[in-house]
């Protein structure tokens, strides 16, 4: 965690689909309960080249999650496609998208 | 023709350097022809073929795009499948609302519990109070028992330790039932005020959910009604992209145009015919140089114009894919349709999960008041029948022993407690039948709520769990229409791209035809020529063609057009906007 911003950073291993979305939910949930009012949580999904629905589904929840706690969720994104389906789910009205 | 069936029939006139006027050198010109027909059959087959190519992809992506905005705007199988889950809700939603107004009932018995065994508190409380005073008459007539006979000494010490052992059952028993009790009671609270939370917040959820569903199915109607298929931007931009790709594709057909006159050029070379001039007949095939050159230069802007506009309309169409903006409630979007039932699903099992464990916790809360209620039932009743008895015995004892012991104020004494505790026995057991009552009723409750959650649980959990997966289906094949969009698109680039680079070498053959041109020109001394001569050598032409014309039988355009007009043609074919003019300019040649 970096104090100085902050920030509460959790990097993904890779895509965020049905298959590891609930292994996702449960690396994520303990930064969540962590989090405090004002702070940000980023999702580092660099790793990610694709994200399904259910992978969605769970993003959805964390940024839900974040912002009953009052605080912010940032994706960092490496892949055009992640991008596209970003801008498609209309994802980057409820959270900031850095990249790429 | 080929070049290699051409050569032996040129004149010999035409293969020498010119030295005469209207002589001049056709090697060069016919190489050049060659080339600029192999140029342009490279750059254009390569075209061709990529436009055969893009033409598919956009057959494609049309289809990908009319998919995608059926998928998102909730048509095709997407309404089905939507109206179905929210259909699926409805059951558990109204069984949680009814279950929500059974528990009102539930916690005004709680309530109801609570304030009960307050009052037991109170009356046990009282109990311990009015035997109190016992205590103290025992220590009085322990000391005026000393004065009596020992005979009267051990009536009072029997009576006095039947007093004490009632005393510190009723004190004992009673001050850990309190303790139990308002723990108990303590729990109960807690349940309660728990149950007030979670009641408040489930209806809260569902009223919330209820109003989501409700408003999305509308929005779904509405976009089904409007038929926004039609309507879309995408559904534009795609018409458009494909009007642009079918313009590209009329626009290629030059290739076939260009070369036939290119071959009709080298014809013409091949052999003067009788009645015209060399100098008539080499500015003749200047100007055909001429109109092709223009014409291949202007092809090639066309072209080049229309790839640009196809890539331009690409990167629109990308936009327009995901952007999506027609569609207020896309079905796809992290806040649209698919995702408030999603959420609904998932709210709904958090509901039936939160409702099972406060039943559980009710449950916990009324149990120990049940039992400990039973047991003081068993406690006041046996309370009030030993200090009956003792009271009987005291008196009976003090009969024995005669006036002036103090054994009779003892026992009236004791007789008075007796009946007070009677009194307060029968208000605790008329609260310990409403307790049991209202814990009963509770018990009840809590069982039926908890049994009815638990069948609808399971029936969400088996039928909502297949509509779950329909729904991340729906929503994966919006996302893979979209991929499909954007990968057919990326080869649609890639080969404009492929398709710009091969454009490069036209403007190069324009040139080469116009340079051809002007040699024959120069080497025949028409670019010399006075405007008088020049006029004189048109005339000759138009009379030329007029007369093969004349005997080729040729009809252009109503077939009774003048020389002038022929000229005109000729001139304005060069200038020609669509392949149909250009090819009836071929005609002339």
Known sequence: ?100 | MKLGKLKPRLPKLFRKKAHRPGLFDAEPVLSALDNSISNVEAAFGHLSQNISDIHERTQFLRRDCQTLLRLAGGHQNGASVLLEAAKTLEEPMAHIENSLSKRKKLGALMAECEEIADNLLHRQKDMIGKLQPLKFMLVFYKIEAANLSAEHQSTFITVSKEIMRLHQMVDETFRKNIEQLTHAKGKIAHAIRRFDHEHSKHSKEVSAQRKEISNTIATLNQQLERNSLQDTDLNHVTQSFQGAIEGLVVSLQIEDIFRQRCEAIKQSLAEKPCGISSQAWALLNARKLDTASSEIAKSSKDVEESLASILAQSNELDQVSVGMQQFEHMTASADGMVQILLESFDSMKEVFVHSEKLSNESREAVSPVKSLVEGLSVIVTEVSINIQFIALNAQVRSIQVGEGSGLEVLAARTAEISAQLRELGSSTARDIEKIQTAVESLSSLIDEDHSSNAVQSRKLEDSGSAMVEQLHQLRDQTFDSLSQVADTMNGVRSLVETGQQKLVELPSVAEQLSQCSQSIRTQTGIDKLSSTQLKKLEDEIASQIEETEKASHTSISGAKQSTATLWENDRMSAEADTPAMVAGDVELF
């Open chain 1, 1 to 100: 965690m970096n104090t100085q911003e902050n920030v509460n950073s959790y990097a993904a291993r890779g895509d965020i689909l049905s298959t590891n979305a609930t292994l996702f939910w449960g690396e994520v949930s303990p930064f969540l309960e962590r989090i405090l009012r004002g702070q940000t949580l980023e999702l580092d999904l660099r790793a990610s080249t694709m994200v399904d629905s259910v992978g969605l589904n769970a993003i959805v929840k964390v940024i839900k999650s974040a912002d009953n706690k009052g605080a912010k969720v940032r994706l960092l994104i490496s892949s055009e496609n992640l991008k596209r389906i970003c801008a498609f789910t209309r994802l980057d009205q409820k959270a900031e998208i850095v990249g790429p």
